[in-house]
């Protein structure tokens, strides 16, 4: 090997470690430089294709991929990885198709097969989406990206199409129907029973699967926050669709009461707002278990408020916090008056007009990741109650005691210790505190 070609590969070589270390920015300036001294080594644009990706860097990405291509059209990652940065676009179609062409070179490869199946899946191919997940499952069985994506698509779609662990464990949840009356109230002893019901029908190896999810979503529409959050986050500026999003926060003192407030998310009947339940793992954000229902004026937010009120009442008692906020708590943390939810208060912050420059540059960089939300279906599925799974474990974290009957298990979850033990007693204290305020 001569002296130059040495010289090229210790430089590939450094790019490389850059990217496996994560040291996106300074491998993107090296790729950069690499690529005028060598423009047309398809593992040099390769690299700056990659790293462009991880940095979410999606129209720069596209651009050397397809010069690879051109110069290699055999080459089925360079395929691939075009369409992961179609669909993050939200070009579902030519991501699909970029896909389908890696596919075609390598048609055992379960990674290329689940990513054919998101494409699908966010076209609203559900069936042929569950098809090209189970395809990938049969080449690598424990393969992550596919079992989370199933789960996932079965909480807004039925199928009797296809047949695996997943889809046989959720359709006989599915034909399980619970019997809730939300105009009066709902004991412990119920709440117990209904888990456990579930949870019976579920596999062991299901019931051993870490699923890496807290959330329970009812909805029929997106907010559009992963946008919101890049503009926040890069230039500390509130995008204008935040000013007019506000939102019902009911806290719960225990995991009973959560599973309560999930159960009326699910049955009570709002024609446009999402509902989410969520356990609070964000740093330095106070409370323990948390309900949001999603509003778009302080006027629609009081109205929804009596509403609810009145269910909760009935259903779980007087001791439920329950509150008016405006969008995001990080905003308020930058922004203290952003937090003021009465538009008639001196401190009402309106929408700094000067923001819409930031706003304009992540719209054209593309710059964050276009996801596609389908409407949820009403009544359980297998994502509910392992997401409730999950729950239980972050209550024997925290010392809810109210969670021993529902825990004949003993459940185990790595990804919940990793969201809570950083922060154990934080989220301990904020616990205790929840116990002392409800008892007022």
């Known amino acids: 090997m001569n002296n130059d070609k040495v010289e090229t590969q210790n430089e590939i070589n450094s790019l490389v470690a850059l990217f496996e270390n994560r040291h996106y920015e300074k491998g993107l300036e ?43 059209k055999n ?4 395929y691939n990885n075009k369409g992961a940065a ?33 494409s699908l899946n966010s076209l609203k191919k559900f069936d042929d989406a569950l098809w090209y997940y189970n395809e990938s499952l049969k080449f690598y069985k424990n393969y992550n990206l596919p079992i989370l994506n199933t789960i996932r698509l079965l909480t807004h779609f039925d199928t009797k199409e296809i ?13 399980v129907k619970y019997d809730f009356n939300i105009n009066e109230t709902i004991s412990d002893k119920k709440i117990i029973s209904f888990f456990k019901d579930y949870i019976k029908l579920i596999p062991k190896e299901l019931i051993e699967y870490d699923y890496k999810a807290t959330e329970i979503f009812r909805r029929d529409k997106s907010l559009n926050c992963n946008r919101h959050e890049k503009i926040f986050n890069k230039f500390n500026a509130i995008p204008e669709f935040c000013f007019g999003c506000f939102k019902i926060q009911i806290e719960t003192k225990n995991i009973l009461d959560f599973i309560k407030l999930y159960i009326i998310f699910d049955k009570i009947k709002l024609s446009n707002n ?10 330095n954000i106070p409370g323990s278990y948390k309900g949001f229902i999603y509003c778009s004026s302080t006027e629609e937010a009081n109205k929804l ?29 930058s922004y203290p008056n952003y937090a003021e939810t009465n538009p008639t208060s001196k401190n009402f912050m309106h929408y700094n007009q000067t923001w ?23 009544g359980v599925t297998l994502s509910d109650i392992l997401i409730i799974k999950n729950w239980i474990i972050y209550a024997k974290h925290i010392g809810d005691n109210s969670c021993k009957d529902l825990d004949s298990i003993n459940f185990k979850s790595d990804y919940i210790n990793r969201q809570v033990l950083n922060q154990l007693d934080e989220r301990k204290s904020e616990f205790l505190k929840l116990q002392q305020g409800s008892l007022n």
């Open 305 to 333: 408020l009596s509403f609810i009120s009145t269910i909760l009442k009935k259903t779980i008692d007087n001791r439920v916090n329950i509150k008016i906020k405006r969008g995001c708590s990080e905003f308020a943390e």
């Open 86 to 118: 179609l669909y993050h676009l939200g070009n579902f179609n030519d991501s699909l198709e970029e896909f389908k062409h890696g596919l075609k070179l390598q048609p055992n490869n379960p990674i290329f097969l689940n990513n054919v199946g998101n």
């Open 163 to 175: 047949s695996n662990v997943y889809i046989d464990t959720n359709n006989k949840i599915r034909s």
């Open 356 to 378: 819409k420059s930031y706003e304009k540059v992540i719209d054209e960089n593309k710059s964050y990741k276009n996801k596609v939300f389908h409407s949820t279906l009403d």
């Open 274 to 283: 999402i509902r989410k339940c969520a356990m609070e793992t964000r740093k």
């Open 75 to 78: 080459n089925a990652d360079a």
């Open 30 to 72: 090296l790729s950069k430089n690499l690529i005028i001294k060598y423009p047309d080594s398809p593992d040099v644009l390769f690299l700056n294709g990659i790293i462009n990706l991880a940095l979410n860097n999606y129209l720069n990405s596209i651009d050397s991929f397809s010069k690879v291509i051109n110069i290699n």
